[in-house]
């Protein structure tokens, strides 16, 4: 069996169950047992988590990979702006060899010293960004970098507990908790049930569904719907804009995204009327050390904005990067978000 195909069956198995999942579930006992025993160890006061002088927000999931996490990121941190709050954004800078150190970055960070999602949201939102796999030693640097922070958004890190939050937002998509198991025989970081203990469910349909605004019951976990609506697209190598209706039509359109999720972004460019000559997935957090278009015929090639800020080096006239921004079907979230910020901070 390929890699390939057993990746598929692996991922049809993490959605639906099967053989392989059932072979593997000895080794999920063994990742609740290790997630149980680190929670423990926090409440028992083993072990200690960091707490800010600011509030902190926690964005993260429970299914692995890319559900939709930084275009939530964007939007708080745009949301909470417009509300009078100071923000800045930490994260684990995810394939890149910080040290000993965090790195703090404001405006075009490379996203070869800060990662391409930390690179991604300082550009879109302008807002100090500061990286370390250890959220506390980010956290105290940012803090330390921009004292006029008066709170801290962290992308993923809903298992970092070291880092202690005042909010927990979770981000998922279609996919839901998959089969329920923990990893390996299931998607799980931590027990679905994990989910009854946070302070938002989003959940990422991709495109807008139709239905009327709701707000909310007021029941925790807040329940909300994201989608994902296009915006024109920008030349990669250079300054042009087109509105994306223009790709629709022509022949010879191709798309690539290096995200959790490939197929989400296929499906909207399609939804738009584009039909794609290729569709491209390439892995989360692809390097783009070489070039994987050249043998492409494509007259233009569609990639997301992750993408785009690794692809400028590449110097190819054909890429066009079409950003998304997230919609929200509770028109009330963020109002309520920054009164909860203003609450006393949890133990």
């Not at 000895?26 to 800010?52: F, N």
């Not at 996203?111 to 391409?116: L, Q, T, V």
């Not at 690539?256 to 989360?284: H, K, M, S, V, Y």
């Not at 783009?288 to 006239?317: G, H, M, R």
Request: aromatic residues 6%; charged residues 20%; contains cysteine.
């Amino acid at each position: 069996m390929t890699a390939k195909r057993a990746s598929t069956l692996l991922a049809r198995q993490w959605q639906h169950g099967g053989w392989l999942s059932d072979l593997l579930l000895p080794l999920s006992r063994l990742t609740a047992w290790e997630v149980a025993r680190k929670r423990q160890r926090y409440l028992d006061g083993v072990r200690r988590a960091y707490r800010a002088p600011v509030p902190v927000v926690v964005i993260g999931n429970v299914y692995v990979g890319g559900t939709g996490k930084t275009p939530m990121v964007i939007a708080t941190v745009e949301a909470l702006r417009s509300r009078g709050y100071t923000p800045g954004v930490v994260s684990r800078g995810y394939g890149v060899k910080v040290g000993p150190h965090a790195r703090v970055g404001l405006g075009q960070l490379e996203a070869d010293r800060f990662g391409d999602e930390p690179a991604l949201i300082a550009r879109a939102t302008g807002v100090p960004v500061a990286v370390h796999p250890k959220r506390a030693l980010a956290a105290q640097a940012l803090l330390q970098a921009h004292p006029k922070v008066d709170v801290i958004i962290s992308d993923d890190g809903l298992q970092h507990l070291a880092l202690a939050r005042d909010i927990e937002i979770v981000v998922q998509d279609e996919r839901g908790v998959g089969n329920g198991r923990l990893l390996p025989a299931g998607p799980l970081r931590e027990p679905a049930e994990r989910l009854r203990e946070v302070d938002v469910v989003v959940t990422n349909i991709g495109t807008p569904d139709g239905q009327p605004p709701a707000a909310s019951t007021g029941n925790r976990p807040r329940q909300v719907r994201m989608w994902l609506e296009p915006g024109d697209a920008r030349q990669v190598s250079g300054r042009g804009t087109r509105p994306l209706a223009a790709f629709a039509g022509q022949p010879r359109i191709a798309a690539a995204a290096g995200i959790g999720n490939p197929e989400r972004f296929f499906t909207t460019l399609r939804g738009a009327g584009i039909r794609l000559e290729t569709a491209l997935a390439l892995p989360d957090h692809h390097g783009y050390a070489e070039s994987p278009f050249q043998t492409l015929t494509a007259e233009a090639i569609l990639v997301t904005s992750k993408d785009a800020i690794k692809c400028a080096a590449l110097d190819d006239a054909r890429l066009w990067e079409v950003p998304v921004r997230a919609g929200f079907s509770d028109p009330q979230l963020f109002d309520w978000l920054a009164q909860a910020l203003r609450q006393p901070a949890r133990a």
